[in-house]
């Protein structure tokens, strides 16, 4: 059976046996669209290819990884931005003064800019 991230599908086709199975998914709300003709064109190419059944699968697909995108973003808002934030407010002696920062990073923009001169 097609499976996707361990997930099966409102209509999974089982391509060896020509079978359709509708009960994987049965609260299935339906939405109507617009895209821009390429992103549909995006959708079209990738069903005729087979890498889809249909275009429903690929915004589902889509959908997946915008949501695991975000997930992942939470994540890295929890456990790296949040305690790192918390250290600076707890020792704010572990900061960098802007007029450093500013100084260090255009003296290394100013040696990539004459590495790409060289080159």
């Given at each position: 059976m097609p499976w996707l991230g361990g997930r099966r599908y409102e209509s999974v086709i089982?391509?060896?046996?020509?079978?359709?199975?509708?009960?994987?998914?049965?609260?299935?709300e339906k939405r109507t669209i617009s895209l821009p003709a390429a992103q549909a064109g995006y959708i079209d190419a990738l069903v005729a290819g087979g890498a889809?059944?249909?275009?429903?699968?690929v915004v589902r697909a889509g959908l997946r990884a915008l949501q695991e995108r975000d997930a992942a973003v939470e994540r890295w808002l929890r456990d790296?931005?949040?305690?790192?934030?918390?250290?600076?407010?707890?020792?704010p002696s572990r900061g960098i003064a802007v007029d450093d920062v500013l100084r260090r990073l255009r003296a290394r923009h100013a040696g990539r800019v004459k590495a790409r001169r060289v080159a």
């Open positions: 089982l391509r060896l046996g020509c079978l359709e199975r509708k009960d994987a998914m049965a609260a299935v889809y059944a249909s275009a429903s699968e790296a931005v949040g305690p790192a934030y918390d250290a600076m407010v707890a020792d």
